[in-house]
């Protein structure tokens, strides 16, 4: 297990809803200052207190929850809620036949409805709309999985999906699985992954019937027990690529081991064999803790989480802690300078371009931690970072980082924030996330993506990739020159020329 959890304690799904991660790990989602300041900061619990003069929206955890819960196969989704909750779904219909089509899955579509509350609703109460959207969705698409999403207005009159759920299982074939969703519960938009793993490990994590041999063989049940000891179970996140799954499962059956990913795209099938693993292993801390927990928990299986494999420090210290599990180093030293040697040839014209460029990475905690290392790694000058919120698993990276006087912000969200604090470094190329790189295009900045799901980032392939990438954009940037001189930004000059920290503070200096 690792040291970032080795204090925390699960065993939440007895009840209905999770609790929200501000509860269960403490979270700093306003913050801006050196990364030594942060890093003092959160240990003695001010980071965690700061809150905002001037904010802009910063996501909801109903999305994120229904990224993780709307990917399984053969699942339908039900959104309860006012239309208005639905608006950000109308691209994942895309996304799921990408992802799809990328793991060599057959196709499906997306398939969802939503209960348009109104205002008798909130009067009268939703539970009558939820119950005709539940049987109309499984008549129309018998799907496997019915997802049910609680958004905040059902949450905030207190509609019972759990008893709705209850009540029409016996009359439909699929399984109903309600997920505590609701916005305002969390300005910590990572809790969505909690409530999807809530709903998914109450609802749908059940052992697979064993079915005894008609005839003893006790050479194949001994192979059976073995395989599961040496199986890996990696945990894929929304942001990973199919190439990213291919790398890793690569990378673990060098050790010998046997590779398996879930849960994202799983079957319910899949789910029931979730507990057969030697080792569960995160790629992504703020992603799924809560699942890994809870699985010790009821399946007895270790995991570890630790860093996610992005460069080749980590994707190497990655690889260090699933070879110590099974006692593999020597094993693990070996592939490790194999695959360096090949890596550090590969890019080598590429560090030769990205030599003291500057870079500002921005998006996920643990993402932008690791990605900025490697910027580091290939030669770059890192000018500073922004994450979305930060929590305990990177305590160890902030005190890693290119040096405490490195400037981060957190904000999930809040373009205005970041281009006043970019506008100010000009660094010679961005790498952030999808909601943030137009923007900072507009600034005439070279962007490239931190993620993206047709594209390969994770072990020493991605490695690569984002090399050539970030050499790609550097030797031409004349789309964002042109972008800039065409598009302006809907921003004060005043506000460039303000100090974002005096933008975010404690509640009662506000
Ligand atoms: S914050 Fe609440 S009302 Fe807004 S989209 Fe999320 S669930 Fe819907």
């Given at each position: 297990m690792s040291k970032y959890t080795d204090e925390l304690e699960y065993g939440f799904t007895s009840a209905l809803a999770p609790p929200v991660r501000e509860t269960r790990i403490g979270v700093c989602s306003a913050y801006c200052g050196t990364c030594?300041?942060?890093?003092?900061d959160l240990k003695t619990g001010c980071a965690q207190l700061q809150n905002r003069k001037?904010?802009?929206?910063?996501?909801?955890?109903?999305?994120?929850?229904?990224?993780?819960?709307?990917?399984?196969?053969?699942?339908?989704?039900?959104?309860?809620?006012?239309?208005?909750?639905?608006?950000?779904?109308?691209?994942s219909a895309g996304l799921r036949k990408t992802m799809r089509a990328?793991?060599?899955?057959?196709?499906?579509?997306?398939?969802?409805?939503?209960?348009?509350?109104?205002?008798l609703d909130v009067v009268n109460g939703g539970t009558e709309k939820l119950k005709e959207a539940i049987l109309y969705i499984d008549k129309y698409s018998r799907p496997e999985v019915i997802i049910v999403a609680n958004g905040c207005v059902p949450g905030i009159i207190g509609d019972d999906i759990d008893s709705v759920a209850k009540e029409l299982q016996g009359s439909v074939s699929a399984r109903?699985?309600?997920?505590?969703?609701?916005?305002?519960?969390?300005?910590?938009?990572?809790?969505?992954?909690?409530?999807?793993?809530?709903?998914?490990?109450?609802?749908l994590v059940e052992p697979a019937e064993r079915i005894e041999r008609a005839l003893p063989d006790e050479g194949k049940d001994a192979f059976e027990r073995y395989r599961i000891s040496r199986t890996v179970n990696i945990f894929n996140v929304g942001s990973n690529s199919n190439g990213d799954e291919v790398e890793l499962s690569r990378l673990v059956s060098a050790l010998g081991?046997?590779?398996?990913?879930?849960?994202?795209?799983?079957?319910?099938?899949?789910?029931?064999?979730?507990?057969?693993?030697?080792?569960?292993?995160s790629i992504c801390a703020t992603h799924d803790d809560y699942l890994l927990g809870h699985l010790k928990e009821r399946f007895g299986t270790p995991y570890i989480i630790d860093t996610l494999p992005i460069g080749v420090v980590n994707t190497n210290r990655w690889l260090r802690v699933i070879?110590?599990?099974?006692?593999?180093?020597?094993?693990?030293?070996?592939?490790?300078?194999?695959?360096?040697?090949?890596?550090?040839?590969?890019?080598?014209?590429?560090?030769?371009?990205?030599?003291?460029?500057?870079?500002?990475?921005?998006?996920?905690?643990?993402?932008?931690l690791t990605t900025a290392q490697y910027f580091s790694y290939l030669g770059m000058k890192l000018l500073g970072v922004k994450a979305h919120n930060v929590d305990r698993f990177v305590e160890e990276f902030l005190e890693e980082t290119d040096g405490p006087e490195l400037s981060i912000e957190v904000a999930a969200g809040q373009p205005a924030e970041e281009l006043a604090i970019l506008?100010?470094?000009?660094?010679?190329?961005?790498?952030?996330?999808?909601?943030?790189?137009?923007?900072?295009?507009?600034?005439?900045?070279?962007?490239?993506?931190?993620?993206?799901?047709?594209?390969?980032?994770?072990?020493?392939?991605?490695?690569f990739e984002l090399a050539r990438k970030a050499a790609k954009a550097i030797k031409n940037t004349n789309f964002a020159k042109n972008i800039s001189s065409n598009v302006s930004l809907p921003l004060r000059q005043s506000w460039f020329e303000s100090d974002i920290r005096d933008n975010i503070k404690p509640d009662d200096l506000l």
């Open positions: 030594a300041e942060l890093n003092r001037f904010a802009q929206s910063g996501g909801c955890q109903l999305g994120l929850a229904m990224g993780i819960a709307s990917s399984l196969t053969r699942s339908a989704v039900v959104i309860h809620s006012p239309l208005g909750c639905c608006s950000g779904f109308g691209g990328s793991k060599g899955k057959k196709d499906e579509e997306f398939i969802w409805a939503h209960t348009n509350m109104d205002q109903i699985v309600p997920i505590h969703c609701e916005g305002f519960k969390s300005r910590y938009v990572a809790s969505g992954y909690d409530a999807a793993y809530h709903g998914i490990l109450r609802h081991l046997y590779a398996k990913v879930l849960p994202l795209h799983a079957t319910v099938e899949d789910l029931s064999h979730i507990g057969e693993a030697g080792l569960n292993v070879a110590a599990e099974f006692h593999l180093e020597k094993e693990a030293e070996r592939l490790i300078k194999l695959e360096t040697t090949a890596l550090e040839e590969a890019i080598e014209p590429y560090k030769k371009v990205l030599a003291g460029k500057t870079i500002y990475v921005g998006g996920g905690e643990t993402r932008i506008n100010r470094l000009k660094p010679d190329l961005y790498c952030g996330h999808m909601g943030a790189n137009g923007w900072v295009t507009r600034l005439g900045i070279p962007v490239i993506p931190l993620f993206g799901q047709s594209l390969n980032y994770m072990g020493y392939s991605g490695a």
